[in-house]
């Protein structure tokens, strides 16, 4: 499994809640981040930004293992764990960058999607292949 990093920042005090720790809206902001990088590098951005194609969320696991805190330095790295003809699925994982320290994870399984049609679709074999040999 390759891990790439796909985002670097700080939690920021505006965006930590009355528990004085980062909101769960944020949380997803970063990972969001981070999958857009992902997506970048694995070469999908003319799929996603093909006016009758997308890749959209068909469903996503968050794990939260540590508070994140304001003016904590985050990283993200993102691997792919699966493709098969129809989907697949990344693994993006938070830490603390100065410990290492795991924070949360998040699992999401992604499909090419018919913006017209409003449907899935098979994934084109040779973003099939590029994407394997990321496995």
């Given at each position: 499994?390759k891990?790439?990093?796909?985002?670097?920042?700080?939690?920021?005090?505006?965006?930590?809640?009355?528990?004085?720790?980062?909101?769960v809206?944020?949380?997803?902001?970063?990972?969001?981040?981070?999958?857009?990088?992902?997506?970048?590098?694995?070469?999908?951005?003319?799929?996603?930004?093909?006016?009758?194609?997308?890749?959209v969320?068909?469903?996503?696991?968050?794990?939260?293992?540590?508070?994140?805190?304001?003016?904590?330095?985050?990283?993200?790295?993102?691997?792919?764990?699966?493709?098969?003809?129809?989907?697949?699925t990344?693994l993006?994982?938070?830490?603390?960058?100065?410990?290492n320290e795991?924070?949360?994870?998040?699992?999401?399984v992604?499909?090419?999607?018919?913006?017209?049609?409003?449907?899935?679709l098979?994934?084109?074999?040779?973003?099939?292949?590029?994407?394997?040999?990321?496995?």
């Open positions: 499994m891990k790439i990093l796909t985002y670097k920042g700080v939690a920021m005090p505006w965006e930590c809640d009355s528990n004085r720790h980062l909101n809206m944020y949380y997803v902001n970063k990972f969001e981040q981070a999958g857009s990088n992902f997506m970048h590098e694995m070469g999908l951005n003319e799929l996603a930004t093909n006016p009758e194609l997308g890749v969320a068909l469903e996503q696991k968050i794990n939260y293992f540590n508070e994140v805190h304001a003016d904590d330095i985050l990283k993200i790295q993102s691997s792919l764990l699966d493709i098969n003809a129809k989907a697949f990344v993006h994982e938070m830490y603390h960058a100065r410990t795991v924070l949360s994870t998040m699992k999401i992604f499909v090419l999607f018919d913006r017209v049609n409003r449907c899935a098979p994934f084109p074999a040779e973003k099939r292949e590029t994407l394997s040999k990321n496995l």
